[in-house]
């Protein structure tokens, strides 16, 4: 009896961790498997970089890991195609040979490049009449590249293909330097809103200079990347020949796997960056100059505003702070940040006039280069209670003013939120959410949003369903759904309106005079 392939293998790489996940075609989760893995290794404060080798094996563990886990019923014989999905930004770079010439820059890593050529002709004189001469240098200091050039010269010359992680991943799994559209984010001389390699008079050539052909080609979503080779199987245990159908980075996906398709419908991220997204197919930039990214659907856009340092602010909190939790998990044989909550618990809403801004790491454009965190109303009732709710507050006032952003720049309104990521699971963050939004806010009915956001791309890409709409609507579900407290709501609203949103504006002088300061004193 001939068994019908009918299961999608979705593996997610993530920051923490990397998970290979065998979903069917109605997005449920039939098995996991989760490998924790280390983000990075550092040789010197503020780098951050991991050997490439490092990421395939352990994508290979997962999956092997996952093949052990398999019920009689669910087979690796009724896989009918893998789709891939990973973390943004990280960088690698190959030689002829395909092998890496070093490590690869994560995406956390902090270097700089000063001292740039700044863009010049027409689109300098562009940049400097509309005030964004500082944006842009901003990003030519971060990208990669640019480090590449100017510190490593032999490797930048002597580098084949310049990838991101997605792209390197694939070329494990398939033999081919190609990637898919929708992972390009990234310091890179793209395109957003054509989607596709910038053209040759582009700025970002003169920002980031690189020669075109050590870029990957471009498959957009739920298209066809490879197959499985069986170099790749043989390490994997994935069926040779199999369909490997372009998904997106994992932002993206969790977007499409939290059922955000329409600009309606709002997904905030509580990861480790946290961000608010929404699906257009407009191109539409919320801040100018930073681009929408492209969507896990083929054509269309994700608006995205992030608070780069978003739940990482918990991880340091526990670090710093959560030494009982940590001490009583232990005991407990719990998660600490499942104890956190408890914390939040004590405390009433509002933290008691205690406001956090959580621009713990700086910004482009809003907040600035300047930016940095700030906690005002200190009290002499305040605990560190009340420190870690204003920090689930803050977070939320930041996410909430990016909705506002986006609905002003879009003429859209935002009328229902979906909360997906590891901070997702905290009820006592979620309820805050519903307060401060003053909306109902739900969970994706599975916690792997990202990776059932790369099984539907690559359902479509399969032809099991006519459209994304189509998808979406099948395979996406909300599961808990928080309802706003309407007294609760409308102190945050007093909050936010009359503290909040006026914190950056007189703040941002002195975050100036600190970053004048420090930057020409040798003692910091």
């Not at 994700?302 to 009982?324: D, N």
């Not at 200190?378 to 420190?387: E, I, L, M, P, Y």
């Not at 806010?441 to 459209?467: C, F, K, Q, T």
Request: hydrophobic share 40%; proline share 7%; charged share 20%.
């Amino acid at each position: 009896m001939a068994t019908s392939r009918d299961l999608i293998l979705a593996i997610d790489y993530g920051t923490q961790s990397v998970r290979a996940l065998l979903f069917d075609p109605q997005g449920n989760l039939l098995a996991k498997a989760r490998m924790p893995v280390e983000p990075y290794f550092s040789t010197a404060p503020g780098l951050a970089e991991q050997e490439p080798e490092y990421f395939w094996r352990s994508l290979c563990q997962a999956c092997q890991q996952l093949w052990g886990m398999l019920s009689p019923e669910v087979g690796k014989e009724r896989i009918a195609a893998v789709a891939l999905t990973t973390q943004r930004s990280t960088v690698i770079n190959l030689d002829k040979n395909g092998q890496p010439l070093r490590p690869a820059i994560v995406w956390l890593d902090q270097r700089r490049t000063e001292g740039l050529k700044p863009v010049g002709g027409l689109w300098g004189l562009i940049f400097r009449l509309t005030g964004m001469t500082e944006t842009v240098a901003y990003l030519q200091a971060e990208a990669e590249a640019n480090w590449l050039r100017v510190h490593q010269p032999e490797i930048w010359k002597n580098t084949y293909k310049y990838l991101l992680l997605s792209g390197y991943l694939t070329y494990r799994l398939t033999g081919k330097f190609v990637d898919s559209v929708a992972c390009q984010v990234g310091y890179l001389p793209f395109d957003y809103k054509k989607q596709c390699w910038a053209g040759p008079l582009d700025w970002k050539w003169q920002a980031v200079p690189m020669d075109p052909a050590i870029l990957p080609e471009l498959v957009p979503a739920a298209g066809l990347l490879g197959e499985i080779t069986a170099q790749a199987s043989a390490e994997t245990g994935i069926p040779a020949g199999l369909p490997l159908i372009a998904a997106a980075a994992d932002k993206a996906c969790e977007v499409i796997g939290a059922g955000c398709v329409h600009p309606q419908v709002a997904c905030l991220s509580y990861g480790t960056t946290a961000t608010i997204n929404t699906t257009h197919r407009r191109y539409v930039e919320a801040i100018p100059l930073i681009p929408p990214y492209p969507s896990a659907v083929p054509g269309a856009y994700t608006l995205e505003i992030q608070i780069y340092r978003g739940f990482w602010m918990v991880s340091w909190f526990k670090q710093e702070f959560g030494l009982p939790e940590q001490q009583q998990a232990e005991m407990l044989g719990v998660e600490p940040e499942e104890l956190f909550d408890h914390l939040v618990e004590q405390v009433p809403a509002g933290s008691q006039g205690l406001i956090l801004q959580p621009y713990w790491s700086p910004g482009l454009k809003v907040p600035g280069p300047e930016a940095r965190g700030a906690v005002i109303g200190f009290g002499d009732v305040h605990t560190r209670a009340h420190f870690y709710r204003a920090i689930l507050e803050g977070l939320a006032y930041a996410l909430r003013e990016g909705k506002e952003r986006t609905e002003q720049r879009t003429g859209i309104k935002i009328s229902e939120i979906r909360v997906a990521g590891g901070g997702s699971q905290s009820r006592c963050a979620m309820q805050i959410t519903a307060d401060v939004f003053g909306l109902p806010v739900s969970r994706p009915h599975v916690y792997e949003a990202s990776g059932l956001g790369a099984a539907i791309d690559a359902a479509v890409g399969l032809g099991m369903y006519p459209n994304f709409e189509t998808a979406v609507a099948q395979m996406t579900r909300t599961g808990d759904t928080f309802e706003p407290d309407p007294k609760v709501h409308q102190l945050y609203d007093e909050l936010y309106q009359g503290v909040y949103k006026n914190m950056y504006s007189r703040l941002q002088p002195l975050y100036n005079q600190i970053r004048k300061i420090v930057r020409h004193n040798p003692l910091t």
